[in-house]
């Protein structure tokens, strides 16, 4: 088959003017470029500041580093399958490709309705904390939709250029970031030196309050992680670079997690951060900053945490971007948002469908005077959430399949023991997450609307690849065009 480098062109003799076949893509995304993306998405600063509290109050233990810890191995694991299997589907839809190529076209569509529902979600989300923050920041009385609404037309505005810009912002967002959560890493190291105090985290601490929920409060840290998959067609060499970007960013994401809590559980106290997580989980670890660091620096995470939500808002755009990029691509979207922007080599116009989409939304919200906070960031990021981990779940299932259609040429670990394990593994955290769901939802009422609505976009996808079956089916089978069923590599 041909190599995905050479693919044809989206549109011959007549294609809108200002637009490009896919070969014109900017393909120069190299590893360090796709993990900076995918551990900005991930908010290295944000996870150690405002979900690990949480994460702690809520599974009522100091057990948080061995949490980040499990969900590493089982994401490492997950991606032995999953980066094997992408030298053989080089649609850039990344999880929903792979659900396609496993389970078929009507699944796959469905799935991939589920992908734009949950980081469509998880952008709104991300934009309406980030207007909040800013305005707690400032003090100056602006009303946080301002900000949230400057923040969305920033994103427009990198989104619809070549994705190697806002690689570049990215990186100075995360690279500062890092240096705030590692100062005080180190500050906790000497301080408890210096004062004799104890760094052990005993393991013994997991046999208090619901391990459970520390294990799917830490798989929420990953999401975003597939971006390594959705940027295929604009990195260079895929075959090596998307395996080998897809296991840095689970280590990275997940050791960096693991050290940071370690080091906040220890700073605090294995015997006090519970409740201090409880009491004030907004200050708690921008305080432990403070004590150990230095007030300076403390005020610094203050403000970098409301660049790390426009670090996630970025890099959710650019993976909604893709996502309706490769549908368009399918017709199950329309074309036009197929297609490449000739100056600056990028689905610009998908990029537009969905800045216009998520400004909607949020003008919604605004107009119908929801809390950002409690009501949109909170709803969306349980939206998002359940999606992504029903995704996974579908994705592992799926390699399952493929694998014993396909010849790979690779052993038993790669293609039935590693899959088998993920399965198992997804479909626990899956059964957590929907068992404790009103704990992000806030109410009963609540959790059963917003997991209605995720099912309701599978029904829309499958709904739309049936109805695509039935009035063209020449479409219907081009859905899985690419996709390797001989065991041949398409790259």
């Given at each position: ?18 637009t ?11 590893v ?9 998405a ?95 920041l400032?003090?100056?009385?602006i ?105 840095v ?9 693991a ?129 992504v ?70 029904v ?12 063209r ?19």
């Amino acid at each position: 088959m041909d190599s995905p480098n050479s693919s044809a062109p989206i549109a011959e003799a007549g294609t809108p003017k200002g637009t490009a076949p896919l070969s014109l893509l900017s393909r120069n995304l190299g590893v360090p470029s796709i993990v900076f993306m995918v551990v900005a998405a991930a908010a290295p600063l944000a996870v150690v500041a405002a979900n690990l509290p949480v994460l702690i109050a809520q599974s009522g233990n100091g057990g948080a580093p061995y949490y980040f810890l499990v969900c590493t191995v089982l994401l490492g694991v997950f991606s032995v399958g999953f980066t094997l299997m992408s030298r053989y589907v080089p649609n850039a839809g990344a999880f929903y490709s792979y659900i396609q190529a496993g389970l078929g076209r009507i699944t796959g569509t469905g799935a991939a309705a589920v992908a734009v529902c949950s980081y469509s979600m998880l952008l709104i989300g991300v934009t309406a904390y980030f207007g909040v923050a800013t305005e707690n920041l400032l003090s100056t009385g602006i009303p946080w939709w301002v900000f949230s609404l400057g923040l969305l037309a920033l994103v427009a505005l990198l989104g619809y250029r070549d994705i190697e810009l806002s690689s570049k912002v990215l990186v100075v967002a995360l690279v500062l970031e890092i240096i705030v959560v590692v100062a005080m890493n180190i500050g906790v190291f000497v301080h408890s030196g210096s004062a004799g105090s104890s760094l052990s985290v005993p393991l013994s601490t997991l046999g208090a309050g619901v391990p459970a929920l520390g294990v799917m409060f830490a798989f929420y840290s990953f999401i975003g992680f597939e971006a390594t998959a959705v940027f295929r067609n604009e990195a260079r060499d895929p075959d090596r670079t998307i395996p080998r970007a897809t296991y840095v960013a689970v280590i990275v994401i997940g050791l960096f997690s693991a050290v940071s809590a370690w080091c906040v559980v220890a700073g605090v106290g294995v015997d006090t951060v519970v409740q201090a997580s409880a009491d004030d989980p907004e200050n708690v670890v921008l305080n432990l900053m403070g004590s150990v660091a230095g007030a300076i620096l403390a005020d610094i995470a203050r403000v970098l945490l409301v660049t790390s939500f426009f670090a996630c808002a970025l890099s959710f755009h650019n993976i909604v971007t893709r996502y309706v990029f490769a549908l368009a691509q399918k017709n199950v979207l329309p074309a036009a948002f197929g297609e490449v922007s000739t100056k600056h080599h990028a689905p610009s116009r998908a990029s537009l469908l969905v800045s216009a989409f998520a400004a909607a939304c949020l003008i919604a919200a605004i107009a119908a005077g929801l809390d950002p906070v409690t009501v949109v960031f909170t709803l969306a990021g349980a939206a998002s959430s359940l999606g992504v981990v029903i995704l996974m779940t579908l994705v592992s299932v799926a390699m399952l399949v493929f694998f014993r259609r396909v010849d790979t040429g690779k052993g038993v670990w790669h293609t039935v023991i590693a899959p088998t394990v993920s399965t198992l593994g997804l479909g626990v955290i899956l059964v957590l997450v929907v068992t404790n769901f009103s704990l992000l939802t806030g109410t009963q009422a609540q959790a059963y609307g917003v997991m209605g609505f995720v099912l309701a976009s599978f029904v829309i996808g499958a709904v739309g690849a049936m109805i695509i079956r039935s009035r063209r089916p020449d479409l219907y089978d081009k859905l899985d065009d690419g996709a390797a069923t001989e065991g041949q590599p398409v790259g």
